[in-house]
C-alpha cells in the first residue's frame, strides 16, 4: 500500500466528522509527514471520538485544579466547540496552608490546562464544547455515598488542602484508567503516541496524589480510612470488577495500584462514565456532569434516556 494510501486510511479512521477529516488531511500536509497506517479495530469508536471523551475528562480536571490553585477556570476560547455548552458551577482558590501541596495544584492545573489545549488543537473543528460541569454538589454526593459525611451534610473539596487532596484523589487513579483503557481502540499510531504521553502525565499525577496522601495518613491514621471510602465508591459505582485499590496503611503501602505483573489497569469508557456520573444507573448524565458529555461516547452502564 502506497504511503498516500496510508495516510488517507489513518485520516478516515481518525476523523469524527467530514471538517475533521479536511483538518487533519491539512495538518498532515503542512507536516509532511507518514501518519501511518490506519489498524482500526471493527466495531471500535474513532480516534476522533475517544480523543473527544478525553477532552470531556480533561475539562473536568482543569477546571477543578485550576480554580483550586488560581481561583479561575479555563479561558472563554478554551471551552467552545460541537455540542451543548455548558458553566461550571462551584470551585474557588484555595488557602493553602502546605507549601508543597500549594505547588503540587499549581503544577497539575498547568498540565491539564496544557492538556484540554492539546487535544483541542488535535481536533481542530471537531472538538467538543465543555459540558456544564459540577464541582459543588457532585462532591458532596460523592462523599455521602462514600460514607464520608451524613446526609444533609456539605463537603467542600476547596476548604482546606486535605480536602483538595481526596478531591483530587478521586479523579487522578480514574484518569490514568481511562487513558489505558482507550489504548486498544486507538487506530492511528500518531495520536496512539499522544495518548501514550498523556497516560504517563496523568500517572505522574495520580502517583504524586498518592504519595502526598500517603505523608498526611502517616501523620493521621483518618486518611487511610477516607482513602479507602474514595476506592470502595469507586469500585462499586464503575461496574463488574473488583480492582480499585486504595494506599494501603502507614505499615504496608501501596503508592502504585498495580495487577500481580506490576501493570496499571484500564477502565472501558461505561465504567469511566459511572464514576463521574456517580451511579452505575445514571446512564447518560449525572454527578459531575449533570447534562452528560459532549460527543459520541456517553453512556455509562445505566439505562438510557433516549
Given amino acids: 500500500m502506497s504511503e498516500n494510501r496510508f ?18 488531511a491539512a495538518m498532515v500536509a503542512e507536516a509532511g509527514t507518514n501518519a501511518g ?51 461550571v458551577y462551584g470551585g474557588r482558590q484555595v488557602d493553602f496552608r502546605s507549601p508543597l501541596i500549594k505547588n503540587i495544584a ?24 465543555r459540558p456544564r460541569i459540577s464541582l459543588d454538589h457532585s462532591f458532596t ?76 495518613g502517616l501523620a493521621d491514621d483518618s486518611v487511610f480510612e477516607v482513602v479507602h471510602k474514595i476506592s470502595a465508591l469507586r469500585n462499586t459505582v464503575s461496574g463488574p470488577g473488583d480492582d480499585d485499590q486504595d494506599l494501603g496503611n502507614r505499615d504496608v503501602a501501596n503508592l502504585v495500584p498495580t495487577d500481580a505483573y506490576g501493570r496499571t489497569f484500564g477502565r472501558s469508557a461505561a465504567q469511566i462514565l459511572n464514576i463521574v456520573y456517580l451511579g452505575a444507573q445514571s446512564g447518560t448524565s449525572g454527578g459531575f456532569y449533570p447534562d452528560g458529555l459532549n460527543g459520541d ?3 455509562g452502564t445505566g439505562p438510557s434516556e433516549d
Fill in 7 to 24: 495516510i488517507s486510511d489513518a485520516i478516515n479512521a481518525s476523523g469524527e466528522t467530514a471538517q475533521d477529516r479536511v483538518k487533519l
Fill in 106 to 129: 499549581r503544577e497539575i492545573a498547568m498540565d491539564e490546562q496544557a492538556h484540554v489545549a492539546f487535544l483541542r488543537s488535535a481536533l481542530g473543528g471537531a472538538a467538543v464544547a
Fill in 141 to 216: 454526593a460523592a462523599a455521602t455515598a462514600a460514607g464520608l459525611i451524613e446526609p444533609g451534610q456539605i463537603f467542600d473539596a476547596y476548604a482546606n488542602d486535605r480536602n483538595f487532596l481526596f478531591a483530587a484523589f478521586l479523579f487522578e487513579d480514574v484518569g490514568v484508567t481511562a487513558f489505558k483503557g482507550a489504548a486498544p481502540f486507538i487506530s492511528n499510531k500518531t495520536y496512539l503516541d499522544a495518548a501514550a504521553g498523556l497516560l504517563a502525565t496523568e500517572a505522574y499525577h495520580a502517583g504524586i496524589v498518592r504519595a502526598t496522601l500517603f505523608s498526611e
Fill in 297 to 299: 461516547i456517553v453512556h
Fill in 37 to 87: 497506517p490506519a489498524t482500526t479495530v471493527e466495531d471500535g469508536p474513532s480516534d476522533a471520538s475517544i480523543l473527544n471523551f478525553a477532552l470531556n475528562l480533561e475539562y473536568l480536571e482543569a477546571e477543578f485544579y485550576l480554580r483550586g490553585a488560581t481561583g479561575q477556570g479555563l479561558p472563554e476560547d478554551m471551552v467552545g466547540g460541537i455540542g451543548t455548552p455548558g458553566q
